[in-house]
């Protein structure tokens, strides 16, 4: 969180843009390192039907800050002007990361800050003495990063032919092999996981169905929905021509929705299972669907994109009945000492499907505004998230029945 904070602060003063995005990577490790730690620690103290909820209050807390975090935005950039407005937004949280952890140190169990021995005993993470078994705990952290660079490396190979797409046929050459160190980053965690270290994945984790099937479920929707709100804000902006701000506000109604169904489905997702999962992706695409509807009939009727917020509040329900009930749904049958280890996996899958999803669906919608205009462009990239979830929809279909036969 310290790191996460850190990095806010540098992005928020920085004086170019080389020195902007290498805080932004300090942000991301930052948050890399935590949101695992949250998801393990739920699914450590919390168990059944608590998990659940916990889980969907997690996502609630989320969702309000997605709703906020954009009106925040739009609000800052109109109050302050173009340069301090952008910076403001990373400004802002600097005090919102101490105010988090004064509340951890306060309110989060005494275990939760020891570590767990070769034993199974625990250490105080920040025990005064000094012994030789905790200074040889700490000693033998193990980050494997060889798997971290090559799994980098690999992703960013991948996503650099959709951005610079311009280049000429040779970049694709570039998707082949980022899809060979992918390959390669396998085959090394793998070896790495045999020679008794910790690797970045444990990729045996993935013998366990629920888990993997979610895990990839989870990745492929993450690929889609999250370039959703970059082309409405485009749309909406350099579409539309309207503010910042509003393109933030059309996005609330969503968020806010998303929060509260989120909070609902941790109280039933235990009895409901994987099929809640599924009925969000299908809202998502009929909210998606209705999305480009509208922006049609907006061109060819005068309608009001103002009616995106509904269509999107559709969308914004579907996002609360599948990420964190898929997170509580995959981890389910986790083993609790790997819950953080797990947690990460679901972690990176998200910030991989994000990453590549970002660069491939927003590349498609410039490539088509730069042609055709955002009028144009904007259902196109919608269209590429439908068919991207209705992926994700159909691994959840696979995930359905074949936890149906086991039952069996």
């Known amino acids: 969180m310290l790191l996460f904070g850190a990095g806010s602060l540098a992005s928020g003063l920085a004086p170019d843009v080389v020195t902007l995005n290498l805080a932004r990577v300090v942000m991301g490790v930052g948050s890399g390192l935590l949101n695992p730690q949250v998801t393990g620690m739920i699914q450590q103290y919390y168990s059944g039907e608590a998990r659940g909820r916990a889980f969907g209050l997690f996502g609630a807390v989320i969702g309000v800050s997605v709703a906020l975090g954009p009106v925040l935005s739009g609000g800052f950039i109109g109050w302050l002007g173009d340069d301090w407005g952008w910076r403001a937004s990373f400004l802002v949280n600097v005090p919102l990361t101490l105010a988090g952890v004064w509340a951890a140190r306060r309110y989060l169990p005494a275990s939760a800050w020891r570590r767990e021995s070769d034993t199974g005993q625990t ?230 499907g994000t990453s590549i999803g970002i660069a491939v669906i927003t590349g498609l919608t410039f490539r088509v505004s730069q042609s055709s205009g955002w009028e144009v462009a904007a259902q196109a990239g919608l269209l590429a998230v439908v068919a991207t979830i209705a992926v994700a929809a159909g691994v959840a279909v696979i995930d359905l029945r074949l936890a149906r036969r086991r039952r069996r």
């Open 123 to 352: 250490e105080q993470a920040d025990s005064p003495d000094g012994d030789a078994a905790g200074a040889a705990h700490r000693s033998g952290v193990d980050l494997d990063p060889v798997g971290m660079g090559m799994l980098a490396v690999g992703t960013l190979l991948i996503m650099i032919p959709f951005m610079e797409a311009s280049a000429g046929t040779w970049i694709w050459g570039l998707e082949a092999a980022g899809i060979g160190v992918i390959g390669a980053w396998v085959a090394w965690e793998k070896r790495y996981r045999s020679r008794g270290g910790a690797p970045m994945v444990d990729l045996s984790l993935l013998a366990i169905p629920s888990f993997a099937y979610g895990s990839l479920a989870i990745a492929v929707y993450f690929l889609g929905y999250t370039s959703v709100w970059i082309i409405v804000a485009q749309y909406v902006q350099a579409g539309l021509g309207s503010t910042a701000l509003a393109s933030g506000l059309i996005g609330v109604p969503a968020a806010l929705a998303g929060s509260v169904a989120a909070a609902v489905a941790g109280r039933r997702v235990i009895r409901v299972g994987r099929a809640m999962v599924l009925g969000g992706m299908v809202l998502g695409i009929a909210g998606l669907l209705a999305s480009i509807g509208i922006m049609h009939m907006h061109t060819r009727a005068g309608w009001s994109p103002w009616w995106l917020t509904l269509t999107l509040l559709v969308l914004g329900v579907g996002q609360g009945l599948v990420v964190s009930p898929n997170q509580t749904l995959s981890l389910a049958d986790v083993p609790l000492e790997y819950a953080g280890a797990a947690g990460g996996i679901l972690q990176t899958g998200e910030r991989i």
